[in-house]
Nanobody, 121 residues
Framework: QVQLVESGGGLVQYGGSLRLSCTSS????????IGWFRQSPGKEREGVSC????????FLADSVKGRFVGSRDKTKNMIYLQMSSLKPEDTAVYHC??????????????WGQGTQVTVSS
């Protein structure tokens, strides 16, 4: 089990950019696939990304392809989600978590407390 902490959320205008960060205070993330999912009121949890231990974006949701990209910096024990061309429908609490390919989809566990992203129109 790994404890993850997210940061970097905030309020941004339509078309703007944000970079979310994820780290662990007690564990090396080098060997973990780490991803992001988002949750907003009244909507189902949506998997956004999963980056493997080699730093490849193994998964990006269709809704964010071409706008979001994941990366990692093992020297800093950090995982990032660079979000560009943000839309109001991207508004949600974003959680980082360990990720893997389950039955037909990517799944997540060990998520952090989340960081709020709000996109104004």
């Amino acid at each position: 089990q790994v404890q993850l902490v997210e940061s970097g959320g905030g309020l941004v205008q339509y078309g703007g950019s944000l970079r979310l960060s994820c780290t662990s205070s007690g564990s090396s993330l080098d060997d973990y696939a780490i991803g992001w999912f988002r949750q907003s009121p009244g909507k189902e949890r949506e998997g956004v990304s999963c980056i493997n231990s080699s730093g490849e974006n193994a998964f990006l949701a269709d809704s964010v392809k071409g706008r979001f990209v994941g990366s990692r910096d093992k020297t800093k024990n950090m995982i990032y989600l660079q979000m560009s061309s943000l839309k109001p429908e991207d508004t949600a609490v974003y959680h980082c978590a360990t990720c893997w390919y389950g039955i037909g989809k990517y799944d997540y566990e060990d998520w952090g407390q989340g960081t709020q992203v709000t996109v104004s129109s």
